[in-house]
């Protein structure tokens, strides 16, 4: 909650790994925090950006996921609890505005395109009640 604390917390990559793994092993309330926290990093600095990425990276192969980001995506279109997708799309949009890198910005957002992100978020607006929350990250 402090600059020292999110600058240590940047720095220690292995920390911010396990933070990625466990999104995936607990409830729903948990899962919106972890995606926050996730979110406030990748915002905090470009380090904290590729620290990101690289939990992610990591997420992926030890979790043996074809593709990064998709249980965020999977989080967003299967989680009942709205607070929980909107936060994983808080990060997805933290993810997408955190690089000054347009070529990263744009190979991020082909990830998302074909995880068909747009396509569940077009589900979610004609399917569900949707709340503001959740209204304004889409």
Request: proline share 1%; aromatic share 6%.
């Amino acid at each position: 909650n402090s600059n020292s604390g999110m600058v240590a917390f940047v720095e220690s990559r292995s920390s911010v790994r396990d933070l990625a793994l466990l999104f995936d092993c607990v409830p729903s309330k948990h899962k919106a925090t972890i995606a926050e926290i996730l979110a406030a990093v990748c915002c905090y600095s470009q380090q904290g950006f590729s620290v990101v990425l690289d939990a992610m990276n990591h997420h992926k192969s030890t979790k043996k996921e074809k593709a990064r980001f998709a249980n965020i995506v999977t989080a967003i279109q299967k989680e009942h609890d709205q607070e929980v997708r909107a936060s994983c799309l808080m990060f997805v949009n933290a993810l997408l505005t955190s690089t000054a890198e347009e070529r990263t910005r744009l190979l991020l957002q082909k990830e998302f395109t074909n995880l068909g992100l747009p396509s569940i978020i077009k589900s979610i607006r004609k399917n569900d009640d949707v709340d503001e929350t959740l209204e304004v990250q889409m």
